[in-house]
């Protein structure tokens, strides 16, 4: 904008010193012209003068011998006098030179009379008179010769008055011209500055507002205006930047609620797909069970029967032989007996008749039975659980759920690493979100964990179906759960499982709680 | 002063003002010899009577009476009627002399001029605002050259003439058409100079000596009655032709009869005045109790002129000159005294010459026929 400015006025300057240039140089030929005119004038003065003398001359001649040619002489120096005197008539002059030049033709036409004159006393044989009047001419010849030069002198003089009044101007227009060219420059300051208040500096607000806004931050915005037009200018700016950080925290907002949606979605997707995974174990498993369920009745029968008709006999022998041989069986059988019932379960389509389940109690009960492992094991279990949540499940399954989560996390805690389990259980909006928090090791591979029979433990260690029966349980209650590595150490598994009112029967369950907990205390 | 008055004030100030200017007469400038200015008078009074130019009065402003023949009282003038913005253009002036000093001003300054009587072909190169309402004497010498060769078949023919631009350009035009037809003055030199004539005696003598039986002279009748008492008492008898500048003696002047049969070249025919001429002239007549010129007509026409131009054309000095140097070709000829007026390029009408003879009661036209003879 400044360079604009400045450029603006440097144009103008140069025009005004051009302008300047112009006119001194328009000045300077009006003289030169005037010059010119002045030597051709001298130049007919001249002319008319030494005509006007020719023609004295002739007189003189004529008077000492009158003849047609000495006349004739006469009479063409002076149409040649005359002739010259009217080249002064249509030339461009002041009203004091033309004055003068109707002066000498007077002169000239006194000048002549007088010389006629002379020449009829001349051929009257008069020639004293003649000559008498010769002096006459004389007299009027020096009168032309006067009137040219008091013409001349005049037309000097305004020359002269013409170059002094051209320098006079041209000292006035360099005068003129520093004067303007110094009114230019405080103008173009005062321009320059005006510009960067009125302009420039809103200007240069309102960019780096801009570029602030283009970064990425939606907090700039354009600092109060004083002038109008960029008040208007700034306070659509901060409107669109305000709007701008609006759609920003709603974009965001949005984002987030995808993000949830989308971790939601692939939970529900992982949960389809170990649903389906387990529908197709379950299935398998419900055909296996149901095929060895007969001959691990009869197989477990006859060792039990075994067992007791040995229990019979004193004989020692007979009786080791029992505890060594016939003890495992029955062992064995019922282990046997047990997993393919926890088969059968797991492969059973849920039928389950859900009912509002008061959590804490079922905690309490789920946990009551590890709790003694805990301590054994030296390891600390804390339970946060609201005694005012209820959830949509079916008491027992919730409680075996419950309790398979704290045994895994007790047997990940007894690998050497890890401390401590929390539970903690919190409403959230519709649901009720309880979570399983150890120091342990973490999963190795958290989107397997409730794989059926996937396991870490050894051999012989775990049948690999507990978490399964969690996932399992948990998806028949409507809820959702999965499970992840805690981001330093740990696993984390998360039961959120939809929120109940408590039921009539809960609610004197409650009512009798609240007054136990009154006596206790 | 309440803000709502104030400008209303202000535009009815205006109004003022405009109106007022809108009414001032027009005036034109006038630098003539009394007869011609009787005649530019007595056309404004006509005009006035007549409701004026476009409703506004014409007002005449003279310079310069008596006096108005000298080049140098005419520059004067000039310069102090040019530098008038309220004048239109100037009727005047007088003779050849002045009208060519006095035109050079009036082009520099754009100003319209109309010379009545000024007849000096020099006048025609003045410049575009200089026009005149008489033919160039490049036209008149011929025309007193067939009257010096119709007055005997072998004239002894004098020529006196001013010393000036119109006796000099005269002169000059009558001694070539004279050697055209081989006639050789028997004198020919300068009687008088700025308007007066000097050493009469001696220039008497010289006429008489040259035994001329007619005498043309080119000047004023003033010199020339002062000239023809003295020539006469020798030559009694010689004829004496004028030009154009010889205007008919008034009876009660001295000598005046030494005059009678003097002729003398007239632009208007005085025996074919129009209708309009004749009413015109009768009211001078009565008016004056004297007999009228051709500047007093002249005059009355260079006023009509500039009346009709300023009201076709409007007030603007450049207007009026382009009116009038279209006058007769893109403009309508004048409807003068005489009949259709029209101008060349030089602003000069067509040539148009008539004789008249100085008798004891007045002026008598001369039939053109003459010429013939």
């Keep these: 904008m400044i360079t604009i400015v400045a450029a603006v006025f440097g144009v103008v300057a140069t025009v005004s010193v051009l302008a300047v240039a112009h006119l001194s140089r328009s000045l300077g030929n009006e003289l030169d012209r005037t010059t010119e005119q002045l030597i051709d004038e001298q130049r007919i003065a001249d002319q008319i003068v030494s005509s006007s003398y020719g023609q004295q001359l002739a007189a003189y001649r004529y008077l000492e011998n009158p003849s047609a040619g000495t006349l004739a002489e ?21 009203l ?33 008179r003649a000559r008498a009047h010769m002096v006459t001419l004389s ?18 003089h305004q020359r002269q008055e013409l170059r002094e009044s051209e320098e006079m101007w041209l000292t006035r227009l360099q005068y003129a011209s520093v004067a303007l060219a110094a009114a230019l420059i405080v103008a173009a300051v005062m321009l320059a500055v005006l510009l960067h208040r009125r302009v420039t500096t809103p200007l240069s607000d309102l960019s780096v507002a801009v570029r602030a806004l283009a970064a990425g931050r939606d907090d700039a915005r354009v600092p109060p205006q004083r002038f109008a037009e960029f008040q208007l200018l700034g306070t659509a700016f901060n409107e669109m930047a305000a709007s701008i950080r609006q759609a920003r925290i709603e974009s965001q907002i949005r984002n987030a609620d995808l993000e949830r949606a989308l971790a939601d979605l692939q939970r529900a997707q992982r949960a389809l797909v170990q649903h389906e995974k387990l529908s197709a174990v379950g299935e398998m498993l419900a055909g296996l069970a149901h095929e060895l369920n007969n001959p691990l009745a009869g197989i477990l029968g006859v060792a039990e029967c075994l067992q007791m008709e040995m229990s019979g006999y004193p004989d020692p022998a007979v009786q080791e032989l029992a505890t060594s041989l016939v ?24 039928a389950t008749q859900l009912e509002s389940v008061h959590l804490a109690d079922a905690m309490n009960v789920a946990v009551g039975l590890r709790r003694h492992a805990f301590v054994q094991s030296q390891k600390q279990l804390e339970i ?7 959830v949509s499940a079916q008491p027992q399954k919730l409680e075996l759920a419950i309790m398979n989560v704290v045994n895994n996390s007790l047997d990940a805690l007894n690998t050497g690493t890890g401390t401590m389990l929390r539970v903690a259980a919190a409403r959230e909006e519709e649901d009720v979100v309880v979570t399983f928090e150890d120091d342990g090791p973490g999963f190795v591979h958290s989107d397997r964990v409730f794989d059926p029979f996937y396991t870490t433990k050894p051999v012989g260690s775990g049948t690999g179906l507990g978490l399964s029966l969690v996932h399992k349980f948990v998806q028949e209650f409507g809820g959702v759960v999965f499970a992840e590595s805690a981001p330093v150490r740990g696993a984390r598994l998360v039961m959120r499982l939809r929120a109940t009112e408590p039921s009539a029967r809960e609610e004197g369950a409650d009512a009798a709680r609240v007054s136990e907990a009154a006596l206790a205390g | 002063m309440p803000k709502r008055v104030a400008p209303q ?73 040019a530098t008038d913005a309220t004048i239109l253009a100037v009727v005047g002036h007088t003779n050849s002399n002045a009208s060519l000093a006095a035109s050079q001003v009036y082009n520099e300054r754009h100003v319209v001029q109309i010379a009545p009587t000024s007849t000096a072909p020099l006048y025609s190169h003045a410049g575009p605002y200089s026009f005149r309402m008489v033919p160039s004497d490049l036209y008149q010498g011929e025309f007193l050259a067939k009257v010096v060769a119709g007055d005997s078949p072998h004239p002894r023919v004098a020529v006196l003439y001013e010393n000036d631009d119109y006796g000099r350009s005269l002169r000059g035009r009558l001694a070539e058409e004279l050697a055209v037809r081989d006639i050789q003055p028997v ?63 008034r009876p ?109 009661k007045g002026s008598r036209p001369i039939p053109d026929a003459w010429l013939d003879q």
């Design chain 2, 187 to 249: 004198y020919d030199a300068p009687a008088s100079v700025v308007d007066a004539i000097t050493d009469i005696p001696d220039i008497a003598q010289a006429v008489v000596r040259a035994r001329p039986n007619l005498i043309v002279w080119i000047g004023t009748e003033g010199e020339l009655r002062q000239l023809l008492a003295v020539v006469q008492r020798s030559i009694p008898h010689v004829r004496v032709v004028a030009s154009d500048r010889f205007s008919v003696p």
């Design chain 2, 252 to 360: 009660h002047e001295p000598n005046a009869q030494v005059l009678y049969g003097v002729r003398y070249v007239r632009f208007r025919a005085a025996d074919a005045a129009s209708p309009a001429t004749r009413a015109l002239t009768a009211r001078y007549e009565r008016q004056f109790h004297d007999e009228h010129s051709d500047q007093f007509l002249l005059a009355y026409d260079a006023v009509r002129l500039l009346a009709t131009a300023i009201t076709a054309v409007g007030t603007e000095r450049g207007d009026i000159r382009d009116y009038l140097a279209g006058v007769g070709t893109s403009r309508p000829a004048f409807a003068s005294l005489d009949g259709p007026l029209r101008f060349d390029a030089n602003g000069d009408p067509p040539p148009g010459y008539h004789l008249a003879e100085v008798t004891s």
């Design chain 2, 9 to 81: 004030l202000l535009f009815s100030g205006f109004l003022l003002l405009f109106a007022c200017r809108e009414r001032a007469p027009l005036r034109i400038g006038v630098v003539l010899d009394p007869d011609g200015l009787r005649g530019a008078v007595m056309a404004a009074d006509d005009l006035n009577a007549g409701g004026g130019i476009n409703g506004r009065r014409l007002e005449l402003r003279v310079v310069n009476g008596l006096s108005s023949t000298s080049a140098k009282d005419a520059l004067t003038a000039a310069e102090s009627l």
């Design chain 1, 327 to 350: 003890d495992p069986l029955v062992a064995e059988s019922l282990r046997a007996r047990d997993l393919v019932r926890n088969l059968l379960n797991f492969s059973r389509e849920a």
């Design chain 1, 96 to 128: 004091e030179a033309r004055l003068r030049v109707e002066g000498i033709k007077e002169a000239h036409e006194i000048f002549e009379v007088a010389a006629q004159r002379a020449f009829d006393l001349a051929a009257s044989g008069e020639p004293a």
């Design chain 1, 384 to 390: 946060s659980v609201p005694d005012d949540l209820y």
């Design chain 1, 139 to 156: 007299r009027d010849a020096a009168l032309l010769e006067r009137a040219v030069q008091r013409f001349l002198a005049v037309r000097e």
């Design chain 1, 74 to 94: 006469f009479r063409d120096g002076g149409a040649q006098a005359y002739r010259g005197i009217r080249k002064y008539l249509f030339r461009s002059m002041p």
